[in-house]
C-alpha cells in the first residue's frame, strides 16, 4: 500500500505565504514524477506545478514568479512554496504522484487535499 498525504494548508491574508508539503508512504520503490493540482470554488481542477524525475520544474502561467515546487527525495516529500497569495489561489490543493510500488506496480496516487483560503 501507497499513501500520499498533504499538509501546511490554513487560512492567510492575500499578499501572504504559506508552504504546503505532500509525503509519500508505504510501500515505494521508487517514485517518479510529482505534481501539484487545485481546485478553486466553482472552478475544475487545474494543474498548478510539476517536478519531474529528472528534475525539471514547470507551472501553469497564473503562478510563475510566485510558487515554487521543490523535493526532498530523503524524505519522499515534495513541497509547494507559495509567495504573494491572492484570492484567485483560493482552492484546495493536491498533490499527484507516480510511483513504482515494491511489488513493481506503476501507478498515479493522490493525496485527500489541503485547503488554502486566501482571505482577509
Known amino acids: 500500500q501507497v499513501q500520499v498525504m498533504e499538509s501546511g494548508g490554513e487560512l492567510v491574508q492575500p499578499g501572504g505565504s504559506l508552504r504546503l508539503s505532500c509525503r509519500a508512504s508505504?510501500?515505494?520503490?521508487?517514485?517518479?514524477?510529482m505534481r501539484w493540482y487545485r481546485r478553486a470554488p466553482g472552478e475544475e481542477r487545474e494543474l498548478v506545478a510539476v517536478f519531474t524525475s529528472a528534475g525539471d520544474t514547470s507551472y501553469v502561467d497564473s503562478v510563475k514568479g510566485r510558487f515554487t515546487i521543490s523535493r526532498d527525495n530523503a524524505k519522499n516529500t515534495i513541497y509547494l512554496e507559495m509567495n504573494n497569495l491572492k484570492r484567485e489561489d483560493t482552492a484546495v490543493y493536491y498533490c499527484?504522484?507516480?510511483?513504482?510500488?515494491?511489488?513493481?506496480?506503476?501507478?498515479?496516487?493522490w493525496g485527500q487535499g489541503t485547503l488554502v483560503p486566501v482571505s482577509s
Open positions: 499527484n504522484v507516480d510511483i513504482t510500488t515494491i511489488e513493481f506496480q506503476y501507478n498515479t496516487y
Open positions: 508505504g510501500s515505494i520503490f521508487r517514485i517518479h514524477t
